[in-house]
Structure formats: C-alpha cells, structure tokens
C-alpha cells in the first residue's frame, strides 16, 4: 500500500474560533513519497494559508475556508512536482527513482482531507479519494470525485491536450482512473 494518513489534533494554534482538528488520507500512486510529503506537509500548508486568509478578522467564513484548502492544495502540489524535478540522478531516494526511466515525475497522490471545528466540518479532495458522513445511517457525500468522465473534467483534460480514452472505464490516456492528483499533471 503506498497510503498515509495525517491526524493533528488541534493544528490552529491562537485560533480565536475554537479548536480545529485536521484529518488527511492520501493515496500514492507510482510511489509513496507524494503521500508521505501530504502526511508531513499538508496540515503546515493549510495552516500557513489559513493564517493569510484570516489576517486582521474575527473567524473565518466559508468562503474564506474553500480559498484556505484551494492554497493549500495547490501549494502541495507544487511541492511534490519540484521535488520530483529537481532531484538528482545521483544516489536513488525511493523506489522510483530505481525505474529505468526514473520516474518520479510520474508519481502522485489522491487526497482527502477534512478540518473539524466547533461549527463546521470543511473537506477538501483532489482526485478520486472522497468523504462520507453518516447520519442517522444514511450516507451522505461531502466530497465529490475527479474523475475523467465528469464533463467539466474531460473538457479541463481535452483543454490541457490530454485525451481520455475508455479502457476498463474512463481513463487520462489510457492509464489515469482518476482526474486530478497532487504530484501530476
């Protein structure tokens, strides 16, 4: 399994709206080392983000929080996409990096994470990882997939020139079951 989990009880340190508690699964693919820099990394990010966004105001909206997890995640994933390219073809770091081509730029993970406050519950994905409350023994979805046959993904992937092709399902170029990873492009 190339997964992590992130638990960081209380990680808004001086937050005047109580505490928040972050929770994160991210599923790697090609490699662990995108899912492990999520587990290590993402919380920080959010939170580097969230103090920005909060600046100078009382508590933060829910607009301000979907900003929040935007930043954050796309900060992650700039962190995964230079670290794959500027690694050196020197001593390997994973598993990889052992392929012949090296292929850490092929490397990603999904991810789902969910910060849980005295008044909401805000969740954030990227790919085809998802959350689901349960109430009263009924599920009920709080995210919604990446997935390469939604119409506005397959024409973000037709925009970007990638193609999707039907192969055992809708996959980015034959490969991909999923639209959108931290770490990939």
Not at 7 to 28: A, E, M, Q, T
Not at 48 to 60: L, N, T, W
Not at 62 to 77: H, I, L, N, S, T
Not at 95 to 105: I, K, N, S, V
Request: glycine share 10%.
């Amino acid at each position: 399994m190339e997964d992590a989990v992130s638990i960081r009880p209380d990680f808004l340190p001086g937050s005047n709206s109580g505490k928040h508690h972050f929770f994160g699964v991210f599923d790697g693919h090609g490699c662990s080392h995108v899912a492990k820099m999520c587990q290590d990394r993402m919380h920080e990010l959010v939170v580097d983000a969230y103090k920005k966004a909060v600046s100078g105001k009382e508590a933060p909206a829910a607009p301000v929080w979907k900003e929040v997890m935007e930043k954050g995640f796309a900060r992650m994933d700039g962190e995964a996409t230079s670290w794959a390219a500027s690694r050196s073809r020197g001593e390997p770091a994973c598993r990889c990096e052992l392929q012949t081509p090296a292929r850490c730029d092929h490397v990603g993970s999904t991810a789902v994470v969910a910060v849980v406050g005295p008044n909401r519950v805000v969740v954030a994905n990227s790919g085809d990882s998802r959350a689901v409350l349960c109430r009263a023994g009924v599920p009920v979805p709080l995210s919604v997939d990446h997935k390469p046959d939604r119409p506005d993904e397959l024409e973000r992937i037709q925009a970007a020139g990638g193609r999707v092709i039907y192969w055992d399902g809708a996959r980015v170029l034959g490969v991909l079951a999923m639209s959108r990873a931290i770490g990939k492009h």
